[in-house]
């Protein structure tokens, strides 16, 4: 099981993988089963369970703990599978813990919400011996990680402080969309951008002076482009992640966007 989510831990995890069976050497004595960066820069490590295991969330905190202490080890290994941008664009504010198991019990389920720690807990169910399905059972950010509301950064030579009040109650109303979109959506602020992710991202949302644009993970040659409102951008380079960019100028649009919201909140 490991080994298959380790061979597409991206596409499945949204996850870039970095390591397995990680020694975190004589004093902690264990083994972190899989390290991993995702879309975000945030670092994650991901523990696996063949059954409902009472101990994983407990031995995954403890790894994190680790991780939170090393670092400049954690940023060494990036530098050295990821290269210097990757190393460079770690957000230590959020590292990520991802248990994958055969089931989870209510005790686990209700730890979660009590941890400060960004936790998904995962349950994998195996089709044959060379496929696996994956389903979220729990998706908790940790607190003060970029839940909270507030104005969306800006383009190149934007100031946050000069957007309108119309640009900010638009703002509300696109954070308020995606957020409802379901359960288990969280939210992760970087600089240059909104993300908004279950297990991986399905959104994210960049501000410029006049609209806002948002990312999402659809794919541009399924949907029909509508010139000033989508547009392909694989291949071209923007904040965030996906394929399909929407421009937001009004609620009007939101509105108009919110089917091709759930269609990439339903991949993710």
Not at 43 to 60: F, N
Not at 64 to 85: I, K, P, Q, T, Y
Not at 103 to 132: C, N, Q
Not at 141 to 164: E, F, K, V, Y
């Amino acid at each position: 099981m490991q080994a298959l989510v380790e061979s597409a831990m991206e596409p499945m995890l949204g996850v870039r993988f970095l390591a397995t069976e990680y020694n975190t050497g004589p004093v902690h004595g264990g083994r972190i089963d899989s390290l991993g960066l995702d879309e975000n820069g945030s670092p994650v490590i991901v523990e696996y369970k063949r059954a409902t295991d009472p101990g994983v969330l407990s031995q995954g905190l403890f790894y994190v703990a680790w991780l939170m202490d090393h670092r400049e080890e954690f940023e060494a290994l990036v530098r050295e599978r990821l290269g210097l941008a990757a190393a460079a664009g770690v957000l230590w504010s959020t590292p990520r813990l991802i248990c994958v198991a055969g089931g989870f019990t209510r005790y686990d389920l209700h730890a979660v919400r009590e941890h400060r720690r960004s936790i998904d807990l995962v349950r994998y169910t195996m089709l044959g011996e060379h496929h696996i399905a994956l389903e979220t059972v729990a998706s908790v950010a940790a607190q003060g990680s970029g839940t909270r509301r507030q104005s969306l950064r800006g383009g190149r030579g934007t100031s946050p402080r000069r957007r309108t009040d119309a640009m900010a109650e638009l703002e509300a109303v696109v954070d308020e969309t995606l957020l409802g979109l379901g359960e288990g959506v969280t939210k992760v602020e970087r600089k240059q951008y909104d993300a908004y992710q279950r297990l991986r991202n399905f959104a994210c949302v960049t501000g410029r002076q006049d609209k806002l644009l948002v990312y999402l993970k659809v794919a541009p040659a399924t949907v029909e482009l509508v010139p000033g409102f989508t547009r392909d951008v694989t291949g071209l380079g923007h904040h965030g992640t996906g394929d399909l960019e929407v421009q937001l100028r009004s609620e009007k649009d939101v509105e108009r966007a919110l089917e091709l919201f759930r269609l990439s909140y339903a991949a993710a």
